[in-house]
């Protein structure tokens, strides 16, 4: 309860933060103005996105891996952001990738490999795990466009945020646990692998 607490104050307080980078109304451009407020708005949503990765990785009780979640976000951010301006038709399955290979991150026994490894461990749950989050991801992008269309302004751009982050939270989650391994379970060892012995000692 305390976690899920601590999650809504950040999905909260990116959404906050993204709403009073947008109040002003700077016009986008190379002015000092709009560097600072694109500048504050992209090291929000690094802020966010690590605290919800790491807050994921204290399941179980374990110390989760800050400095690794800060490392994925940043990578993930500046890939999907490339994509999205080379071509805007890549966002969602960047997006896709990005949530698969970062959301783990926290995790304690995390590799850079545990999300892509969730497919082998559990393969229908991931490919169900997936079209979820497509779907997910083409709902958010639609109701981006009518919050633009309807809602303008800093109150478009808090409801955006705040329903886009709750959102993601959720998807982050449900990645994060697929990709964690079971306690006890040694890298590179397959469950046959950890029966073999004791059934060749009987």
Same mark, same amino acid.
């Given at each position: ?18 709403? $009073? ?19 504050? +708005? ?27 979640? $800060? ?10 952001? #490339? ?5 805007? #038709? ?10 698969? +290979? ?11 490999? +545990? ?6 461990? =559990?393969?229908?749950?991931?490919? $169900? ?36 982050? #709750? ?5 982050? =989650? ?29």
């Amino acid at each position: 309860m305390k976690r899920a607490a601590l999650v809504g104050a950040v999905v909260l307080a990116n959404a906050m933060v993204q709403a $009073l980078c947008v109040a002003p109304g700077v016009t986008p451009a190379a002015s000092p103005a709009f560097l600072g407020l694109l500048a504050a +708005s992209v090291v929000a949503l690094v802020a966010a996105a690590t605290a919800l990765i790491a807050l994921v990785g204290t399941i179980g009780g374990r110390r989760p891996r800050v400095l690794r979640a $800060l490392a994925a976000v940043v990578v993930s951010i500046v890939v999907v952001g #490339a994509l999205a301006i080379v071509s805007p #038709a890549t966002l969602v399955p960047a997006l896709l990738v990005a949530l698969v +290979s970062a959301s783990p991150a926290g995790n304690a026994q995390a590799t850079p490999l +545990s999300g892509p490894r969730a497919f082998t461990r =559990h393969p229908t749950r991931a490919v $169900l795990l997936a079209v979820l989050t497509v779907l997910a991801l083409v709902v958010l992008s639609t109701a981006a466009v009518l919050f633009g269309f309807f809602v303008t302004g800093w109150t478009g751009a808090l409801a955006t945020w705040a329903f886009g982050g #709750a959102i993601a939270a959720v998807l982050v =989650h449900a990645w994060a646990r697929l990709a964690a391994r079971p306690r006890g379970s040694r890298r590179g060892t397959s469950q046959d692998e950890r029966i073999r012995p004791v059934a060749v000692a009987r």
